[in-house]
């Protein structure tokens, strides 16, 4: 879906100019996005697989809710929504806690697409059964619960296992580390 985006100044603030997603990423302009994190309370993380219809990194495993923030909408707005569109579960802005905002710089596509975009990363507990999640068919394969420590397992391994996109290792690393200090100090 090619939805209108606020193009954002190097502090996530907009510019007053928006555009069509396609737009945003032919030129590469700045612009936000979300990644909701949902964990459980034994120590599990949520991950989604991305749709075999997406056209970077199909099949993939990722964050448990991703998505652009829509022109003239609060970065919390956006991850309600998207947590609702993508997984079928309604939460309310409280439930989030923002542990970090991210530059994120990829090209894919010979650069027909050039991605300049802020992750406003959230952690959040999924407080629901996860049978009772309803994934998206156009955004989401599948979705599954691991423990902390499979998931930095795979993202350790992922050059050889192609769980996860091999890059991202760090972030992997620095998310699994806020939920777990979240679990700790609960």
Request: hydrophobic share 35%; aromatic share 10%; glycine share 4%.
């Amino acid at each position: 879906m090619d939805e209108y985006l606020d193009i954002v100044d190097e502090k996530c603030r907009p510019t007053g100019e928006v555009a069509l997603k396609s737009e945003v990423h032919k030129n590469g302009w700045l612009h936000n996005t979300v990644h909701v994190w949902f964990y459980t309370n034994d120590g599990r993380i949520l991950l989604q697989q991305r749709s075999h219809k997406k056209k970077i990194c199909p099949l993939l495993w990722d964050v448990s809710v991703a998505g652009h923030v829509d022109a003239g909408e609060s970065i919390e707005d956006a991850a309600v929504r998207e947590t609702k569109e993508e997984i079928g579960l309604e939460i309310h802005r409280n439930d989030l806690r923002r542990i970090s905002t991210q530059f994120h710089e990829a090209t894919y596509f010979n650069g027909a697409i050039q991605d300049n975009e802020f992750h406003h990363v959230f952690i959040s507990e999924l407080k629901v059964p996860f049978e009772d999640l309803v994934p998206q068919p156009n955004e989401v394969e599948a979705l599954k619960l691991v423990t902390l420590e499979t998931f930095t397992d795979l993202a350790l391994n992922s050059a050889k296992n192609m769980h996860f996109v091999d890059s991202n290792q760090g972030y992997y690393h620095f998310v699994n580390f806020e939920i777990h200090n979240e679990l700790t100090f609960e």
